[in-house]
């Protein structure tokens, strides 16, 4: 049966309607999956540089500077020194200066030695891990279980993660940022405590998953100095 031409240029005219309207469906549809699939892959890109950072990161030497600022944003101190890790659980922090300080532990105990005030203090890892950032990343602990979590995106070449202590934990800072670099190493700590005092730590000339002394991670208090315990 012979179908009138009108009719036939009327389908033909709807065919291409319809593959114009396809096409326009897919051409808004794409951009909106890319964009989905983007913070999808942005939301656990943050959380799988903490997650890297925590299990394949076994050892740290670098310089670090710090900044603590009040609530007013005002520096109110400055120190520089440099640090060595060993996971899980040892660390040393040498502050530089006349009035400097070193924060040791040997994975059962933390010392903090103030050659100024001739006083050296002591007390089980397990007390100081929450309130230190020595500590803290010197651990191995599943951070999701004290800390709720989220990825703040990248801004300044860093990749952003806000960290919030659980109620009841971790009562030496209410809130901190870790940011990492494009390779995974954590590059800028800001913590921020009860007085919204601001305490930021830089990171430079780092060195990851290098052989450290055993040395490092040992300390004898000098003689006639004063030692405490908590």
């Known amino acids: 049966m012979q179908q009138h031409p009108l009719v036939v240029t009327d389908r033909l005219r709807l065919g291409r309607d319809l593959s114009r309207a396809s096409g326009l469906v897919l051409w808004l549809l794409v951009p909106l999956l890319m964009l989905g ?45 440099k640090l060595w890790i060993s996971r899980p659980g040892k660390f040393r922090w040498d502050y530089n200066g006349r009035n400097g300080q070193t924060i040791v532990s040997n994975g059962e105990k933390v010392w903090l030695y103030e050659p100024a005030l001739e006083q050296a203090t002591v007390q089980p890892l397990g007390k100081a891990i929450g309130s230190t950032p020595a500590a803290l990343i010197a651990g191995n602990d599943d951070l999701s279980q004290r800390f709720r979590i989220t990825d703040l995106g990248a801004k300044d070449g860093l990749r952003w993660l806000l960290l919030h202590p659980k109620t009841g934990q971790d009562q030496g800072f209410t809130a901190l940022r870790l940011g990492f670099d494009a390779q995974g190493a954590l590059r800028e700590m800001r913590m921020e ?36 315990s908590r």
Request: glycine share 4%; charged share 15%.
């Open 37 to 81: 699939s983007i913070q999808l892959a942005a939301a656990a890109t943050g959380l799988t540089m903490l997650q890297d950072f925590f299990q394949k990161t076994h050892t740290i030497t670098a310089q670090f500077r710090q900044e603590v600022a009040n609530h007013d944003g005002q520096i109110v101190k400055r120190a520089s020194g």
């Open 193 to 228: 405590d009860a007085f919204q005092q601001q305490t930021v730590l830089r990171f430079e000339h780092i060195r990851i998953n290098h052989p450290i002394s055993a040395q490092e991670f040992q300390f004898t208090p000098p003689a006639g100095v004063d030692v405490l």
